[in-house]
């Protein structure tokens, strides 16, 4: 467990990221008091795991860039977990031609979220 001592900066909240997955970083969350909330908890877990759909749909569109056809693993799998959430907005969107934005706007729209949960849990 983390040191309730210590400040800790975005580097150490990266490195330490499978521990703040529940949204329990002492220090991060609750100034350093042993007793966590529920509420608490639930926010933190929300904001990480849209922090980590953020981040899987910011790897997807980059690869989408070097591989068009979705061919390796890394790619299939990135595609699994976002298009859930990029087919919505896909679908109210107009054609651009060649140039999907639907990742754009699920950033964004993801992004919001975060401001409105208590901002980025890597860089508060």
Request: net charge negative.
């Amino acid at each position: 467990m983390l040191d309730a001592t210590v400040c800790y900066d975005s580097a150490c909240v990266l490195a330490g990221r499978g521990q703040s997955v529940l949204g329990i970083h002492r220090t991060y969350w609750n100034n350093g008091d042993d007793d966590i909330d529920l509420e608490t908890a639930v926010i933190g877990l929300l904001r990480n795991l849209l922090f980590i759909i953020w981040i899987a749909i910011f790897g997807r569109a980059i690869l989408s860039w070097f591989d068009r056809g979705m061919q390796s693993p890394i790619s299939q799998a990135l595609y699994a977990i976002t298009e859930p959430f990029i087919a919505p907005i896909r679908q109210f969107m107009p054609r651009t031609g060649f140039i999907d934005l639907s990742p754009l706007i699920a950033i964004l729209i993801i992004s919001m979220l975060l401001g409105l949960l208590g901002g980025n849990p890597l860089f508060g």
